[in-house]
């Protein structure tokens, strides 16, 4: 089997595996990192949205061979070490999870769009996020996490404050 080097959460790491794998079962079953998900497996739900070199991308579609160049992968667990990324905490503000399988992906996605446009508009964030699906139908309280952490990241509020 053909063996890949990938830069993913600023560590570099070898597998062996073959080239057609998804990216998903890479990031998973050989690297051990659970927080990325498998929802649909054709690129359509979002849930198992990740960062290349900081676009957000669906990893179920993603063959490792397409990861041959030395990109940079980001899974929810290298948005954070420690969960203190303003969505992250603005996600726990909102407390948008219910059954909480999507909300790395929403996450994921959500960051590709403050790390573009700090200030969304409403507008804006639907349609950033409209490629991420959440069957418990949290989105209004997505839109508000965004939100605050949009907010939050200009300095105009600091999350979890009284």
């Known amino acids: 089997m053909p063996a890949y080097t990938l830069k ?6 070898s597998v062996e595996t073959d080239s057609q794998t998804p990216l998903l079962w890479v990031i998973r079953e050989h690297l051990g990192l659970m927080g990325t998900k498998f929802g649909c497996g054709i690129s359509q739900c979002g849930a198992c949205t990740i960062h ?42 909102a407390q948008v999870p219910q059954c909480g399988y999507c909300q790395s992906g929403q996450i994921m996605q959500a960051a590709t769009l403050l790390n573009t446009n700090p200030k969304p508009s409403r507008e804006e964030i639907l349609q950033h996020m409209r490629g991420n699906l959440c069957r418990c139908g949290t989105y209004m309280r997505i839109v508000k996490a965004i939100q605050l952490a949009a907010e939050a990241i200009q300095g105009k509020t600091s999350i979890n404050e009284e």
């Open 8 to 13: 993913i959460n600023g560590q570099t790491q």
């Open 52 to 93: 290349v070199d900081g676009h957000a991308m669906k990893a179920c579609g993603l063959p490792i061979s397409a990861m041959a160049n030395g990109q940079e992968i980001t899974t929810i667990e290298g948005l954070s070490k420690v969960s203190t990324h303003p969505l992250q905490q603005a996600w726990i503000e």
